[in-house]
């Protein structure tokens, strides 16, 4: 007897995940560097006595979707919530991707896009970004003609490069692309702009969000889609019943009530990304303009391994991208706390010394 084999299209992937390792410093995931509001904790833990484990939660998440739609202006039949916007966007590729379909992709970008489509058996096409990372429209209309992908994945701010899209580029893709455009703004609420003012039942655009950055949830495996109401509609065929569970849907809808600590996390974030942002100028790197919480940075004299390796032994964690399309050498470091950045740039000027 032997057990069978796995689909042979897996044999070469592994899973998505980061390096993980002890240390005092860790700012390689682009978590919040900052714990949830002491009063949406004890809201929780009054909440879970009130939940009724032996029942099954909400199928449609009413409550939550509801309260989404309050806070981003539209209805709550243009909200679909998961379990983190992963399994948003893998809810996406199974609705609308699959054989003889395929997806668009620009490099560099978040991996995971990629990575769900070939777990939901949808091709990949791929196009390249311009030196600086942006969006060369030419390119897009290149891959569009060329592929006719189903879906078009735009990340604003990008993961790893931080770059945000303009208005004009997404309503340029929105005009070439032939299905649907998914805008991953995991990273949005640091940006100076929004794709959610797109969003309409007409559009085939949809904004995907997780609770896992601003609002300090990332514990929580929550996140969330707005776009038109038919696309909705497809994706709860497409979802697990029961998804998501009671405590998660409470924990979310907890979480809308601290807006305004939420608001003041981005601004204290956004106040130390320039901060770092100023002093990798004065130092040997080249670092890219970010809108995100996370800058991408490479060395300009050291092997983006060995600065990995060096800060590591200092007990400071960052991201190593270099293997990553396009980006060899370079790292990635999540903002973090004040103390924590004092601590990344120390570490960093002794390694680069």
Same mark, same amino acid.
């Given at each position: 007897m032997a057990l069978p084999e796995p689909r042979a299209d897996l044999g070469l992937r592994e899973g998505y995940h980061s390096p993980q390792a002890e240390v005092a410093i860790r700012l390689n995931t682009n978590e919040s560097p900052l714990p949830p509001p002491a009063a949406w904790i004890a809201a929780l833990h009054d909440e879970l006595a009130t939940v009724a484990w032996n029942r099954y939660p909400d199928r449609q998440v009413t409550e939550l979707r509801a309260a989404l739609a309050d806070l981003h202006g539209v209805r709550p039949d243009q909200v679909f919530c998961a379990n983190g916007s992963n399994e948003v966007l893998q809810c996406l590729c199974l609705a609308y991707g699959g054989q003889g379909r395929s997806v668009a992709v620009f490099e560099p970008t978040y991996a995971l896009h990629s990575h769900i489509a070939h777990l939901t058996g949808t091709a990949v096409a791929e196009g390249q970004r311009r030196p600086d990372f942006s969006l060369d429209l030419d390119v897009v209309r290149d891959v569009m003609e060329a592929e006719r992908p189903a879906i078009t994945f735009l990340c604003s701010p $990008?993961?790893?490069?931080g770059l945000a899209e303009d208005p004009s580029t997404v309503r340029a893709v929105l005009g070439a692309a032939p299905g649907l455009v998914v805008v991953d703004e995991a990273y949005g609420q640091f940006a100076d702009w929004s794709a959610l003012g797109l969003v309409d039942d007409g559009v085939p655009l949809v904004v995907t969000r997780t609770f896992s950055k601003t609002w300090s949830m990332a514990a929580a495996r929550l996140g969330y889609l707005v776009g038109p109401a038919p696309v909705v509609a497809v994706l709860e065929r497409v979802v697990l019943p029961y998804?998501?569970?009671? +405590?998660k849907q409470a924990a979310g809808l907890l979480a809308l009530r601290f807006v305004g600590e939420m608001e003041d996390r981005i601004g204290l974030i956004v106040r130390e990304r320039q901060r770092l942002l100023a002093a990798l100028a004065r130092l040997p790197v080249t670092a890219w303009p970010s809108q995100a919480n996370f800058i991408l940075f490479r060395p300009e004299k050291r092997k983006g391994a060995e600065v990995w390796q060096g800060l590591l032994d200092r007990s400071v964690l960052v991201r190593d991208t270099s293997t990553w399309p396009r980006l060899a050498?370079? +790292?990635r470091v999540t903002v973090g706390?004040? &103390? &924590? $950045?004092d601590a990344f740039l120390s570490a960093l000027a002794e390694v680069l010394a």
């Open positions: $990008n993961n790893p490069t998804h998501l569970d009671a +405590l050498n370079c +790292l706390t004040p &103390e &924590e $950045n």
